[in-house]
């Protein structure tokens, strides 16, 4: 299982790692991400009827880009409070619009483990690479920005250099 990186200049205070791990079945995507740490300090939206919904990054949210050949990208946003967001871009935050998708969360808790698993349907494209991220925010208002990989400079889930995850290791 792919393990997270927090961001250096936003480290976690009750968290001590993430976990994720993508699947595809025909076209049903499969996205499994495991936080461990003391995860009763986490602040997580409460849960909602699940509906498509903007902004989603802003709380704590769980997350997959994926990367195309002709530097077109998908990302999708899994909230735990059951919402989700799909979008489209044409470039490196360029061209932004909503995209088609079907998507499906389930979350559950153990002692020192948070877990959120999302089901998604929708068409990916010819993807090349996957960028797994997360955004966890703390009860002390302590915002970490974790990925399998980061850019130097400031979080940003959209920088191509955050695209580590070859296709064909899925």
Known sequence: MPKLVPHPDHPPRAIEAIEAEVRCEGSIWHFDYRVKGD???LD?????EPVRRDGLWEQSCFECFAACEDKSYREFNFSPSGSYAAYAFDDYRHGQRDAAATVSIETGQAPGEYH?????????G?????????????????????????????????HPAGFVLP???I
């Open 167 to 169: 296709i064909e290791d």
């Open 39 to 41: 995860v009763a300090q």
């Open 44 to 48: 997580l939206p409460p849960p909602e």
């Open 116 to 124: 959120l698993s999302a089901r998604l349907s929708a068409n990916l």
């Open 126 to 158: 010819k993807v090349d690479a996957l960028a797994l991220t997360a955004v966890i925010e703390e009860k002390d208002g302590t915002k970490s920005y974790w990925a399998l990989a980061h850019p130097e400079g400031h979080p940003d889930f959209h």
